[in-house]
């Protein structure tokens, strides 16, 4: 099972992940999207997530899609989640307009 990361480790983590932020035991980050390229982003992260073998709870609504990483099995965050979101964010630089909100 993944280590849960501690507090001082998670705001290191942030601090080189721009537009993500921590919702209690969660990684959080809101991207504006065109709707016609939605779906594409999101299979693009997919495609990112399946590499690493772990996967981002994705809510999409019109114009945004919200990534959510925690590990299930810890209970929290882990490396593999800081690992994921840096992936995402490197997705999202080719095909995102930037971060909602």
Same mark, same amino acid.
């Given at each position: 099972?993944?280590?849960? $990361?501690?507090?001082?480790? @998670?705001?290191?983590?942030?601090? #080189?992940?721009?537009?993500?932020?921590?919702?209690?035991? %969660?990684?959080?980050?809101?991207?504006?999207?065109?709707?016609?390229?939605?779906?594409?982003?999101?299979?693009?992260?997919?495609?990112?997530?399946?590499?690493?073998?772990?996967?981002? $709870?994705?809510?999409?609504?019109?114009? #945004?899609? %919200?990534?959510?990483?925690?590990?299930?099995?810890?209970?929290? @965050?882990?490396?593999?989640?800081?690992?994921?979101?840096? %992936?995402?964010?490197?997705? @999202?630089?080719?095909?995102?307009?930037?971060?909602?909100?």
């Amino acid at each position: 099972m993944a280590t849960l $990361l501690e507090d001082a480790a @998670i705001e290191t983590a942030l601090a #080189s992940l721009p537009g993500w932020r921590r919702e209690e035991n %969660r990684l959080v980050k809101d991207v504006e999207v065109s709707d016609d390229s939605a779906e594409a982003l999101q299979d693009a992260v997919g495609k990112v997530a399946d590499e690493l073998d772990h996967h981002p $709870l994705v809510d999409r609504s019109p114009g #945004s899609l %919200r990534f959510r990483l925690w590990s299930h099995s810890a209970g929290g @965050i882990t490396q593999k989640d800081v690992e994921l979101a840096a %992936r995402i964010d490197q997705v @999202i630089s080719g095909s995102a307009q930037g971060p909602a909100r």
